[in-house]
């Protein structure tokens, strides 16, 4: 069976498609994907209804692309599937529309897919895929959750960040540091020039007992940290002139402080997730879990198996879109959008909300 699957809930436009045969694990042929990062960067943030636009004009070019990619036709599509929920309301009823569209017009099924779903099952497109059960740790700009995932659709909530996402801690804390939107890739690369002890900033919820996350404190901390460096009034002075007063070393052990007290989170809550559970496997998916400290401090974790999406389809993008609906018709876990001519998006939609069958 030959999946399209169409990602559009916030940034990046991803089209794929990917083929499941039997039991085998589903395959790749061919995914094309337009990252807006750049127009948003003026902005430093994303600007959903120039998102939404943007969708529109790259969404048909790049099913063109992945099509003729993958030596196929359109005629040759047998399910589309298309990110419902969590994102931009606007960005996800473009991807929304075309999957209808494009259903209705080829005569073949809809599946609605949960864009956390397809971070989370992104591993299996990775010449290392994990087996079930496994703990996954889901870091996003826009989530940070631990989950136990025992198969496919059997997602139970082990905790969660009660204020900001780690990417937003990144971002956040790139941007207090002048750094170009989106942060964390930015910030990754100066805190390798750093001192990762340079300066002792607030790990929270670090022992609280529970799994879940809090980063919110952490950009103000930061700010506290630059103003502090360079000697200014706390309240008179506005952040982006505080760190433009920094030496490059005090930036880059700033940077490198931030990581490493994000990290130390991470890997400490995951490594807590496992031990709750019993379980021995961890998959890490979304944005930050392309970073390399976190990587690196992982991967040293002694009796745990790590598995990670490819390092360029950590960020948002079309094929693991198309490889949860793939994994969902593999597993027998999947029914077609009812109404082949209207449909929803999920702008909140919790995971743990989502049953096996949906
Ligand atoms: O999964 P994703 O592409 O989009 C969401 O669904 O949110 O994640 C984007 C987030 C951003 O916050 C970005 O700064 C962060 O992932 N990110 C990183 C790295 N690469 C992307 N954070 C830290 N280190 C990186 N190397
Ligand atoms: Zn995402």
Known sequence: MLILGIESSCDETGVALVETTGD???VLRSHALFSQIAMHQAYGGVVPELASRDHIRRVLPLTDEALS????????????AFTQGPGLAGALLVGAGVAVALGAALH???LAVHHLEGHLLSPFLSADPPEFPFVALLVSGGHTQLMRVDAVGQYELLGETIDDAAGEAFDKSAKLLGLPYPGGPHLSKLAEQGNPQAYALPRPLLNSGDLDFSFAGLKTAVLTQVKRLVGADLSGL???HAADALSDQERA???????????????????????HTGLKRLVVAGGVGANRSLREQLNAARGVRV??????????????????AAMRVRAGVWQPGAALHSFQVRPRWPLDELVAAT
Do not use: F, R, W
């Open 253 to 275: 052990d700033v940077a490198a402080s931030t990581q490493a007290a994000i990290v130390e989170v991470l890997l400490k809550k995951s490594l807590k997730a496992l031990s």
């Open 108 to 110: 073949k099924p809809v």
């Open 69 to 80: 990619n993958a030596g196929c036709q359109l005629s040759d599509v047998d399910l589309v």
């Open 24 to 26: 085998a694990v589903p």
């Open 307 to 324: 598995h990670y999406p490819e390092l360029h389809l950590c960020t948002d993008n079309g094929a693991m879109i198309a490889m949860a």
């Open 238 to 240: 506005l952040a982006a």
